[in-house]
């Protein structure tokens, strides 16, 4: 079984600013990670995955995040937020021989003008 | 190509009443998953559906049940209604039963008064 931990529930922060949204997991088998974004009233979408190669993995609007084996995390960053990252983040997790995923409890993150 | 599609949006039922909420999937994937979000658990895994049959289940109660179609349509129910399951309920498409990433729909918010 694995099972992840958003250790802050609320992330506030001026624009312009980097912001670091913590995220680590447990699990006795191989996994995949997974970061999704949810604006108010909307459903989840996938906003970066780490599979196999690379550690360090980019989304198309700016944010990263790099898994680390050794300490089981998998931190979703962006070095400039803007207004419209304002949202609630949810990181994931999927065991390689699962089908569903395993959500941590979310971060809101609100950048403030 | 359009996205997963949710219908209905918005649902309000009664305590003892019996609901059906219906996914539809992107073209041309052929798994099905539910998920029910609430404010104090969290998202949380129902079941997912692959060619018709139910290939895992969460730990949720029989109340809530489910079903695919052959054009990979899913319809979950939960029948005698409790206030606890106000929720919204997504349902995720991907393209096969092995495949890493899941999308996302809207979602149908429930509400049991």
């Known amino acids: 079984a694995q099972s992840v931990t958003q250790l802050d529930s609320q992330v506030p922060v001026f624009e312009e600013a980097p912001v670091e949204l913590r995220c680590n997991y447990s699990?006795?088998?191989?996994?995949?990670l997974f970061w999704y974004v949810q604006y108010p009233n909307q459903g989840l979408q996938l906003l970066l995955k780490y599979l196999s190669g690379s550690t360090l993995v980019e989304s198309i609007n700016g944010f990263e995040a790099e898994f680390n084996k050794s300490q089981t995390s998998f931190h979703l960053r962006k070095p400039s937020v803007h207004i419209s990252d304002t949202a609630e983040y949810f990181c994931?997790?999927?065991?390689?021989?699962?089908?569903?995923?395993?959500f941590g409890s979310g971060t809101q993150l609100t950048v403030l003008p | 190509k359009a996205g997963v599609t949710q219908t209905p949006r918005y649902l309000i039922k009664t305590r003892g009443q019996q609901v059906t909420l219906s996914c539809s999937p992107i073209?041309?994937?052929?798994?099905v998953s539910w998920y029910q979000q609430t404010p104090g658990q969290g998202l949380q895994f129902l079941f997912e559906?692959?060619?018709?049959?139910?290939?895992n289940k969460g730990n949720f109660p029989g109340r809530f049940s489910g079903r695919q179609f052959s054009n990979s349509r899913s319809e979950m129910n939960v029948s005698t209604l409790e206030l606890g399951d106000s929720a919204l309920y997504l349902c995720?498409?991907?393209?096969?039963?092995?495949?890493?990433?899941?999308?996302f729909g809207p979602g149908t918010r429930l509400t049991v008064t």
């Open positions: 559906y692959f060619s018709e049959t139910q290939r």
């Open positions: 994931a997790v999927r065991g390689k021989s699962a089908r569903q995923l395993t």
């Open positions: 995720a498409s991907s393209l096969g039963q092995d495949t890493y990433e899941q999308y």
């Open positions: 699990s006795s088998v191989s996994v995949y």
């Open positions: 073209s041309g994937h052929r798994s």
